[in-house]
C-alpha cells in the first residue's frame, strides 16, 4: 500500500493519510523513550512486536463489545485505523503500587491497590503530562461530567479483559495508560479507545518470578527490551514459543 501524506510524529507511532475518508494509518516506529524523550534508543524490532500486540488486545475488546479505534493490521509495522479527535488526557488504570504512584505517594512497589484506581495526566510534553484531577478536566472543556463517567468505565472494562488474559498467561497486570477518541456517529459522539495497547503502554511482571516485561527494562536497563516484549508475545500466541527475538520477529496470522 503506497504511504501516504504524514499526519503526525510522536515518539513511537507515526500517522499518516488513509486510503478512505476517516481513516489513518498508523505506522509502530523501532524507537524507545523514556523520562519524557530525556533517555532514547532504537530497539530492532520493538515496532513489529507493538503492531501485533496492539491488533491483539485490540481485536479482543472489540470482541467483548468495547469500541476501539482498530480495523485491521496491514502489514509487519502499519495497521489501519480510524480517524478520531483524541482527548487529551492519558488514562492511567492501577492495580498494583509502581513507578511514579510509588514515589508520590511513599507506597512501596507491588502493593496491591484496594481497588483499580483510575487516574487522568494532561497530554502535553513540555509540561510533563502532569497529572490532573477531574475538576480541571471539566472546568478546561477537555472532557464534560458524562464523558469522564464514560471513560472511567471503558478503561476499567479494558482492566478487566487485559487482566484476565495475561493472568492466563502468567503475567500480573500492574498498570497501564490508554487514550480515548472521540468519533462522530451524525451528530452525536462517541468515545473509544485510541492509540495503543502494548508493553509499551503497560506495566508487565511475570507472576513467579516479578521480572519485568514491558518498558521499565529500557527505563531501569534491566536488559534487552525486545527479549522481553518477544516473550508477551509469545505466551500470547503471538509468536511461536520456540523461537527467540530477531529484528524481524516471525508472525502468526
Not at 512486536?49 to 469500541?67: C, D, H, K, Q, W
Not at 509499551?200 to 527494562?217: A, F, H, N, Q, Y
Request: aromatic content about 10%; charged content about 30%; some cysteine.
Amino acid at each position: 500500500m503506497a504511504r501516504r501524506k504524514k499526519i503526525y510524529e510522536g515518539k513511537a507511532k507515526t500517522l499518516f493519510e488513509g486510503p478512505e475518508p476517516g481513516t489513518l494509518v498508523q505506522y509502530f516506529k523501532d524507537d524507545a523513550t523514556a523520562f519524557n524523550a530525556e533517555k532514547r534508543d532504537v530497539i530492532d524490532g520493538k515496532g513489529v512486536l507493538n503492531n501485533r500486540l496492539s491488533e491483539f488486545f485490540m481485536t479482543g475488546l472489540a470482541n467483548i463489545g468495547v469500541p476501539t479505534h482498530f480495523i485491521k493490521r496491514l502489514n509487519m509495522r502499519e495497521q489501519l485505523i480510524k480517524s478520531v479527535e483524541i482527548v487529551p488526557l492519558e488514562v492511567i488504570v492501577r492495580n498494583f503500587a509502581a513507578g511514579s504512584f510509588s514515589k508520590r505517594m511513599g507506597v512501596e512497589e507491588g502493593t496491591p491497590m484496594p481497588r483499580p484506581i483510575v487516574e487522568f495526566s494532561y497530554k502535553d510534553d513540555a509540561l510533563g503530562d502532569p497529572m490532573v484531577p477531574e475538576e480541571y478536566i471539566i472546568a478546561f472543556g477537555w472532557a464534560s461530567q458524562q464523558d469522564l463517567d464514560d471513560i472511567i468505565s471503558l478503561a476499567l472494562r479494558v482492566n478487566d479483559y487485559l487482566s484476565g488474559v495475561l493472568y492466563g498467561v502468567g503475567i500480573k497486570l500492574v498498570d497501564f495508560k490508554i487514550e480515548i477518541g472521540r468519533i462522530y456517529e451524525g451528530d452525536f459522539p462517541r468515545l473509544i479507545v485510541a492509540d495503543e495497547i502494548s508493553p509499551d503502554s503497560c506495566r508487565l511482571w511475570d507472576i513467579e518470578t516479578g521480572r519485568k516485561l514491558d518498558k521499565d527494562v529500557f527505563r531501569q536497563d534491566l536488559g534487552d527490551l525486545a527479549d522481553a516484549y518477544t516473550e508477551v508475545a509469545k505466551r500470547l500466541g503471538v509468536m511461536p514459543s520456540n523461537v527467540t527475538h530477531t529484528p524481524k520477529p516471525t508472525l502468526i496470522n
